[in-house]
């Protein structure tokens, strides 16, 4: 149907490891991964490469009321509006619709760990955690921190003011904001929507949660599907990727040029019982009607590298052998809520591209595509929860 | 009677409602203290408060909890509030929910506790380091920390235990977070993916870094002498906001399907707005330009003028710059009526509790509509003279409600309006 609507993706913002360009991911992709193994020894980490900030947040003022994981996500959504040739388009900007993906901000890791060390011999615990709080918290911390304070700045920084939700849970969080922007665009509910998150892994507060949970791996680098050898487990990663979804013709009409189709998201809550992951990667594959044709398609996967989780997908891939397969967490750790977004992003990329990249993987799994690519089906299977699948598409 | 808007789409009505607060648990309960304008604010003794500059909130203490913690108390309020809420709608059966869930949740980090508790295990003796924590980590023996406070474990707990559709949603816009996933909800209806949805916003945040934090940005009250004073929407002498807890849920239906099970209906919303500020982190912009533009939307989106509201459940949180703006944008709005519409603030009774402020005074909202009686903004007795409007005083008053817009403001710019009413038009 020719006046049907259609989600397109029309600007796309990244920062990663691998740079702060789509350029520099395309190059980065197809040259062997790698990831830090000193800086938060033992754990390996996929740390974000420096950028200048000033080029996306030219206030010096707006960059210290913020804390990293508001900085790189302001500054990818900034990329992402600058790639959409919206930048400074105040009209658009406010009747654009946001949703970021977003966990919480940055703790004063020092202030904790005097305190705590305080707290060992205080003769009133209450007390004395109160007046240590009084005086060593600094006011603008909380703000630096608060979940919907990364949308709250991109307002500020950038001027997105139609509207602006934070959802939060993790990978569930970034799958559930691309399918909502995704749904709301369909229905008419919005024409034009700056959708994505980040998340900064290099701070030892979020490194905690998954020690505790026993999730991650230790001392050297080891690509995604060749985890499970050692028993499995994830490399973080920080990430901010940002979207710009748009409806077709409201592109089109603006002259954009788009980068790919998101021609459908669904999303899943799977519990973590054995085959309950390949059941829900099965049910929303078949969602996907027969749409896919495999010759020209390829999976971008989310895996985590947990186990058995990783396994399940893996199964469910080889029984769709005929597409190939990347996993982006060997690249670029991961990163729980910006995952999913990321990898759309990547999808797109390629699909501008009209090729997939190298594999990087010796477990078999991945393999090189010659044939042109036309449609990418990206998975998201958190590390606890947060199942999805999305189809991108070439635009011809 | 139309099954349809204004525009075209599904009409969104109410089938069920739950609600918790320092009022006590339950929609009765609530009712009847509210109308008669008592305050939920007291004490706090959950916490060793010295040294506080505020040391009174309204706190939820009639729920025993064996492992304290914000989160674990937010998914009790919410269960609570959900519970009500599906037993009154009686829709679908025990554990099996027919629509998905979209929750209102404070950010969820680990909290002292946990952080000590990490300390003891790991039996350092000499300088404290994060390796020190991450040593007791790996014995492993702390799963469940992580569980309880991962962002997402409030919202899967929920979907589990009520069976409730799909991923569920987690969300927060700060101070209007429960608004939202009522408008996330209605949308869903709208689009036809859904025939239902759970929307709850629940929030248990009182604990000492909290109260700091706001004390630190000067936001809270410290009238501690007298608390059930200190919260005092659009008063001269207004000082702050008070933090509190609750939940409140709604069960949406499509009225079309709620018309076919037989199930009553207890009020419709009937319009969303939102609007962005990009002025400050935490401060409206002065022109107010986003909140006028944020109750429009919601006027628009429900197919009505501004003559058709017939009172106004204030976001009213008793900080001195948010009942001035507030006051600003009604009269805007509303003109030369702002001065006759009745509006109040529950939040002079309840206290402000933030993520699920929003969900609370909806299920407030169409409880004014169902008794036609209008709940009072307590402890006004120094009126604010740049503050003109008819704030229902100290005491409920019995009034003819149509349409009724609550309002929701909060940090990170974020505004959302909701336009509810009685029955179908």
């Not at chain 1, 701070?203 to 050898?229: G, P, S």
């Not at chain 1, 078949?286 to 199964?315: C, D, H, M, Q, Y």
Request: aromatic content about 6%; hydrophobic content about 40%; glycine content about 10%.
């Amino acid at each position: 149907m020719a006046d049907a609507r259609e989600v397109w993706i029309t600007g796309v913002g990244l920062l990663t490891c691998l740079g702060d360009s789509v350029d520099a991911h395309w190059q980065r992709l197809h040259e062997p991964s790698s990831a830090d193994t000193t800086s938060f020894a033992p754990y390996v980490l996929h740390r974000a490469v420096t950028v200048d900030f000033d080029r996306q947040i030219p206030k010096k003022g707006d960059q210290r009321q913020m804390e990293t994981w508001q900085r790189i996500g302001v500054y990818a959504a900034g990329l992402a509006l600058e790639s959409a040739g919206m930048k400074g388009n105040t009209e658009l900007l406010s009747k654009t619709d946001m949703i970021v993906a977003a966990g919480g901000g940055e703790r004063d890791g020092k202030v904790d760990i005097s305190i705590l060390d305080g707290l060992r011999s205080a003769n009133d615990r209450g007390a004395y955690l109160n007046q240590r709080l009084m005086s060593d918290l600094r006011p603008t911390l909380f703000l630096a921190q608060l979940s919907n304070l990364m949308a709250g700045n991109i307002s500020i920084v950038h001027g997105v003011t139609g509207s602006s939700r934070t959802f939060m849970g993790e990978e569930s969080a970034g799958v559930d904001a691309m399918r909502i922007a995704h749904a709301r665009i369909m229905a008419g509910q919005s024409d034009i929507a700056l959708v994505g998150g980040a998340c900064n892994a290099e701070r030892f507060e979020l490194i905690l949660y998954y020690v505790v949970a026993k999730a991650l791996t230790h001392d050297k680098h080891t690509r995604v599907w060749e985890r499970a050898a050692q028993g499995g487990g994830m490399e973080l990663g920080t990430i901010a990727a940002f979207l710009m979804l748009e409806e077709r013709r409201h592109a089109v009409n603006r002259g954009a040029k788009p980068f790919a189709r998101l021609a459908r998201i669904d999303s899943h809550q799977a519990k973590r019982a054995p085959g309950a992951v390949k059941t829900v990667l099965d049910g929303m594959w078949s969602g996907l009607a027969g749409r896919v044709k495999p010759e020209n398609a390829a999976f971008i996967s989310g895996a985590t590298g947990l186990e058995p989780i990783t396994s399940e997908e893996r199964a469910f891939l080889a029984s769709h052998a005929d597409l190939a397969v990347r996993a982006t967490g060997t690249h670029l750790g991961h990163a729980l809520e910006p995952q999913f977004p990321a990898n759309i992003a990547l999808a797109a990329m390629a699909l501008q591209r009209g090729q997939l990249y190298w594999p990087c993987d010796s477990s078999g799994v991945e393999r090189p595509m010659n044939a042109p690519l036309r449609q990418v089906v990206v998975t998201s299977i958190g590390h606890r929860r947060g199942e999805g699948m999305a189809l991108v598409e070439a635009i011809e | 009677m139309a099954k349809t808007d204004h525009a075209g789409r599904p009409i969104v009505v109410v089938t069920g409602m739950g609600i918790t607060t320092s009022l006590g648990a339950g929609r009765e309960d609530n009712w009847r203290k509210l109308s008669a304008g008592e305050s939920g604010i007291r004490e706090i003794t959950r916490i060793s408060t010295e040294g506080l500059k505020t040391r009174i909130a309204g706190t939820i203490d009639f729920i025993p909890i064996e492992q304290h913690s914000s989160p674990e108390l937010s998914e009790w309020l919410a269960k609570m509030a959900a519970e009500e809420a599906i037993a009154q709608s009686n829709i679908g059966s025990r554990g099996d929910f027919p629509g998905p869930l979209f929750i209102a949740v404070a950010p969820v980090e680990i909290e002292w506790e946990q952080r000590e508790e990490l300390v003891r295990a790991s039996a350092a003796t000499g300088d404290l380091s994060y390796a020190d924590l991450m040593r007791a980590g790996e014995t492993g023996e702390f799963g469940h920390i992580y569980e309880r406070f991962l962002f997402g474990s409030i919202a899967a707990n929920i979907a589990e235990r009520f069976g409730t559709k799909g991923s569920p949603i987690s969300l927060s816009t700060a101070c209007a977070s429960g608004a939202s996933a009522i408008q996330l909800g209605v949308e869903a209806i709208r689009r036809g993916e859904t025939d239902s949805a759970l929307c709850i916003g629940t929030d248990a945040s009182v604990n000492a870094e909290s109260l700091i934090r706001f004390s630190l940005l000067s936001a809270l009250s410290t009238s501690n002498d007298q608390p059930q004073r200190a919260s005092r929407p659009f008063s001269k002498d207004r000082d702050g906001f008070v933090m509190a807890e609750g939940a409140g849920a709604l069960v949406l239906e499509r009225f079309e399907a709620a018309q076919a099970r037989g199930a009553k209906i207890l009020g419709v919303l009937e319009g969303c707005g939102e609007m962005a500020d990009s002025f400050h982190r935490t401060r409206s912009s002065p022109d107010g330009k986003p909140s006028i533009g944020c109750m429009r939307n919601a006027l628009n989106d429900a197919g009505l003028s501004p003559e058709d509201i017939d009172y106004i459940n204030a976001h009213g949180t008793s900080t001195p710059e948010n009942d001035k703006n507030e006051y600003l944008s009604v009269s805007a709005v509303f003109g030369e009526r702002a001065k006759g519409i009745p509006i109040s603030a529950n939040k002079s009774m309840i206290g402000h509790t933030i993520s699920a402020a929003g969900a609370i005074e909806s299920v407030i909202s169409l409880l004014t509509l169902e008794h036609q009686r209008i709940p009072p903004t307590i402890n006004y007795d120094v009126p604010d003279p740049a503050i003109p409007l008819d704030v229902v005083p100290n005491k409920a008053r019995d009034g003819r409600v149509t349409h009724v817009i609550s309002n929701s403001f909060g940090f990170g710019g974020q505004n959302v309006s909701l336009v509810m009413s009685r029955e179908p038009r």
